[in-house]
């Protein structure tokens, strides 16, 4: 048998036992005459070699954990079942013959071959067939499913992170890398931070319950906290179980400190990542959240001066072109512009006014014309004016037959101007009766002082009030 980088020439079966050797542990120990010394790299291909060649062709069953899919394509994924658990790649180039992304939590039967990869064995996965949803998978949709319908994961009682805080509390494992990650982070962005550190596990039995225990410790004792981080670094799908579990996902909820869950990395969700306020990818970008940088803060301010400075010049450019626009503009020039339509408007309002204010009066008075008119037809006055005279005894009372008159009666005649006093001289009943035209002779008793006689007549002339017995003219 020649040794050669690793490497074994000869025929199969000196290979094989060989490889036997390797196994059962019948290498030559140290002190024997034909000791063979292998280094790591050496011992690393023999084992490599004896692995491809016993395990050309295999398929297993098992639980997909840690699933994830590199920028080239290459998909990594461990592949467990209730003990143990085995390092999985599924190459670009035999991906399309899976028709699904792979996913944490799938059932799923792989075809392929043991390779060795650095210092560890994997599975070379050829093929893939899906068989359904693993165990832990089943258990954390229900649980989810759960919390989701008694609105522990409703967005409105997620709280606001406060921007500035000055007491940060962590609860993580005191000897983990996600502990050293934080601080490291915090004290390079930070200034005068109070760093409260909660221990738990964060993996393996009890370690749900730690969790649990160490954010209800923050609460109790150190209510003044303005921000809670509760993580851990990366892992398989069982090391971040803890996190998945109800206890933790409660006692989340009811921390009245604000919680950021940061378990894993990016490709990493847990149960505590919907129920926190704020999930971060890992324990560094959650430190990085909660804390920013002071040269993150200059450069907001700087921002926000220069978004203020821009504001200002384009609002004074608005105004200084409106400003130059009225000050060329016509009426500005010339203000009295401004009066000339109002006062034309005024004008013809007025004119209008005035028209029809005329119009309104001629008409009134067309109006009040005929009614007069129509007044005067009626008044008793309006015969007079035409030769007729008013014939009344000396009561007042109209006179309307002749026949009612004896010689010697006084009457009182009013004419159109003026008014007499007259007395009946002869009155011949019997031709007034047969409708002769005799008519009575009156004694006209005006003389030469007839007005001074006729104003006596009207002193003496008693007016009586109308009464319905009066007789009318007509």
Known sequence: MIKYGGFYGGDEGSRDDEADSLLSGSLSSPGQEQEVVYSVSEITEEIKGFLARSFSHICVRGEVSGAKTTSKGH?????????????????????????QNVKDGMQVRVWGSITVYGSRYQINVNDMMEEGIGPLQIAFEKLKQKLNAEGLFDPSRKRPLPPFPKQIGVVTSPTGAAIKDILSVLRRR??????????????????AEDIAAAIKLLNDHFPETDVMLVGRGGGSLEDLWSFNEEIVARAIAASKIPVISCVGHEIDTTIADFVADKRAETPSAAAEMV????????????????????????????????????ASSRIFLNPMLLLEKPARELDETTERMIQSQDRLIRERENTLRLLSGKLQALSPMFPLKKGYALVRDMSGNAVKDAARLSPGDRLSLMFSKGEAIAEVLNNDGSQAVDGADQKPVLNNATNANGNKNQKISKRNRKKQPDNPDQEMLW
């Not at 998909?75 to 028709?99: E, M, R």
């Not at 930070?190 to 370690?207: D, F, H």
């Open 291 to 326: 804390v920013k940088s002071r040269e993150e803060i200059i450069q907001k301010v700087d921002n926000l001066k220069r978004r203020l400075l821009q504001g200002l010049r384009i609002y004074y450019e608005n105004l200084s072109g409106r400003f130059q626009k009225l």
């Open 190 to 207: 930070g200034g005068n931070l109070r760093i409260i550190l909660s221990p738990a596990l964060v993996q393996g039995k009890g370690s």
């Open 75 to 99: 998909t990594y994924f461990d592949l467990k079942d209730g003990k143990s658990v085995i390092n999985c790649v599924l190459f670009k180039w035999s991906a399309p013959k899976f028709k």
